[in-house]
């Protein structure tokens, strides 16, 4: 079987699956664009946006990604001439999409630890205008360095190197900062990203007039990033996208249909990033927050609120819940009739259901196998980040029981019972990586049932509030975890829509 490279050196690809495929202008546009990261998610979501819009005659830039690590295998990027294939597969309104994209939009692959002279190079460009970085939520902390080495260790002190460089390059002229726009998956990442970069400088003391261009030229934006990359799949699955398309990608990345890029920023900001007028799901507004607030509350509140119900069930991933008939009725009025009336936000009940019902379809995915295991990896702080907001919202709007919160809660409690970091389930061991693993297993071992609900919804130090005051709450989350380890996940999940559970936004 040929390579991407050779595939593409033919004059017709010998594939069975179409392929939309890069033409020749396409390798020769500009750098516009410095990387830091070679994830799948920045293959899948923003380089893979830029391609589209470079394919449209839009932006018209190209990427130099730095990696910054020594995991991975960088070289396949140049075995490949930086090209690799999105394979697309999900669920657009019902409908089933499956599309092949070779994308064309990185340029080149730099080591930060052995070229990073030619990273600095790239930061005195005249056609570089973006920064976009991936580096892992902990790569956005401030590390006290000298950023004059060879290179800095952390990426702000990476970044701020650049800039440096950029502003001794081009004498301060403020038309030629840069618009950085991080993806890392914290709120507020630009501002924090800005916060330390800031900070970073003034341990340098890299003087005024830097510190000034620095705040003036350069724009750092709040994103949220939205799209399932998993990346290479499974070797079954991998063996059967290569036969269908007819050649070997080392690079080829799996993505689900929807996608989601939302940047903040305004008119200088949207004139730079001008591929978002081309691209399907980049977004750039004032503010945000709508975005973030959907995302955190409905899809990522009903995945931690379901994990522990499904696997209890048996369902190993969301498709397979999605599946099961009353499962899949639990995640849908979960979402839309208990969570979306309890966002501690102001969002208009058509946005919210479109958006619910685009994640519905998204969680019915036959291609992605997103597992609930994974899923529940520190569902503790992934409880209290997504979910506790806004059951504290639904009561101060409500005063009412949100029956499916208690029982996903309820299970969560079934989840966390465990001996050494070992839950058992249906016969069979699990693993729990979870922070507090530990305090549960105490919990269970001293406790009874409703001895347990109480004690640990009144602990404010994993919640940040007391949640054993919410009138009714504990009561019924006290029940439905009774009947879970009286009954088994079937016969409760069975009996609750049994009584027709009245949701708080009906």
Known sequence: MNSLTQELALAAPRGAAPVAWPAPALLALPERVLQFGTGVLLRGLPDFQIDQANRQGVFNGRIVVVKSTDGGDATAFARQNNLYTVCVRGVDDGRPVEENVVCASISRVLSAKSQWAEVLRVAASPELQVVISNTTEVGIQLVNEDIQLLPPASFPGKLLAVLHARFKAFDGDVSRGLVIVPTELIPDNGRKLEAIVLELAHRNELGAEFMDWLEAANDFCNTL?????????????????????????????MAEAYALWAIEGGERVRAVLSF??????????????????????????????????????????????????????FIHNLMLADLLPGIPFSVEEKVGQRFGLQVLDRFRNPYLEHRWLSIAMQGTAKMQLRNVPTLLHVYQQFQAVPHYVALGFAAYLRFMRNVGGQGEANGQPYSIQDDRAGYFADLWARLTPDELVPAALHNAALWGHDLSRLPGFAASVTHYLQQLLGEGAPATLAAFFARKPVAVGS
């Open 276 to 329: 978002a007028g081309a691209a399907p799901g980049v977004v750039i507004r004032p503010d945000i927050t709508l975005f973030r607030e959907l995302k955190l509350r409905l899809l990522n509140g009903a995945h931690t609120l379901s994990y522990g119900l499904a696997h209890l069930l048996g369902c190993a991933t969301v498709r397979e819940a999605m599946e099961h008939e009353l499962m899949a009725r």
């Open 225 to 253: 990033v939205d799209r399932i990359v998993p990346g290479r799949p499974e070797p079954y699955v991998y063996a059967a996208l290569q036969e269908e398309l007819g050649y070997h990608d080392e690079l080829l990345t």
